[in-house]
T-cell receptor
């Protein structure tokens, strides 16, 4: 089934440890995004990439890094996790970076203790 | 600042009609999106409005008034499977999405 695959589905992580959330899409979309979703808040953009080889900072980038080596993959890395990074993380993609529909992955639930 | 406001929770009866309102303030405007999100799942696209008026898509319709900074999502003939959160998102002049916190819709038999 075409779409976005995220891994892991859920993870418990000790504070101070590093973690990479994986995201792969098979739709050949140019733009990819990482959001976090917290109770009572709207989705917040962490980082984005308009095309392979480029990345940009979103609303809440601190403590996170991304890379976009190719069209399909857009991993999100937490270098040294803190409890405030406990959240559900969604990867999304769109055909271009304009006013286009987002396709979301199923999400990765991360708990930092 | 940029902001999206929508009710936190609404309750409706199976078979009825419900209207979920959304007001937005964005720096510039490139459209208004509605997404549906079932509990524990990913958001999925419902509608996009960039011009004033009503867009109908089956049981779901979405309305936009740019002068009032207002949109609503209208759901007709409610079914139990419509129980979900409905996310309103405005797109600003930089094509960045500003998301509301979502409206949790509870459908009762």
């Amino acid at each position: 089934t075409a779409g976005i695959t995220q891994a892991p589905t859920s993870q418990i992580l000790a504070a101070g440890r590093s973690m990479t959330l994986r995201c792969t899409q098979d739709m050949r979309h140019n733009a990819m995004y990482w959001y976090r979703q917290d109770l009572g808040l709207g989705l917040r953009l962490i980082h984005y990439s308009n095309t392979a080889g480029t990345t940009g900072k979103g609303e809440v980038p601190d403590g996170y890094s991304v890379s976009r080596a190719n069209t399909d993959d857009f991993p999100l890395t937490l270098a040294s996790a803190v409890p405030s990074q406990t959240s559900v993380y969604f990867c999304a993609s769109s055909d271009t970076s304009g006013a286009n529909v987002l396709t979301f992955g199923a999400g990765s639930r991360l708990t930092v203790l | 600042g940029q902001n999206i406001d929508q009710p936190t929770e609404m309750t409706a009866t199976e078979g009825a009609i419900v209207q979920i309102n959304c007001t937005y303030q964005t720096s510039g405007f490139n459209g208004l999106f509605w997404y549906q999100q079932h509990a524990g799942e990913a958001p999925t696209f419902l509608s996009y409005n960039v011009l004033d008026g009503l867009e109908e898509k089956g049981r779901f319709s979405s309305f936009l008034s740019r002068s009032k900074g207002y949109s609503y999502l209208l759901l007709k003939e409610l079914q139990m499977k419509d129980s979900a959160s409905y996310l309103c998102a405005g797109m600003d002049s930089n094509y960045q999405l500003i998301w509301g916190a979502g409206t949790k819709l509870i459908i009762k038999p």
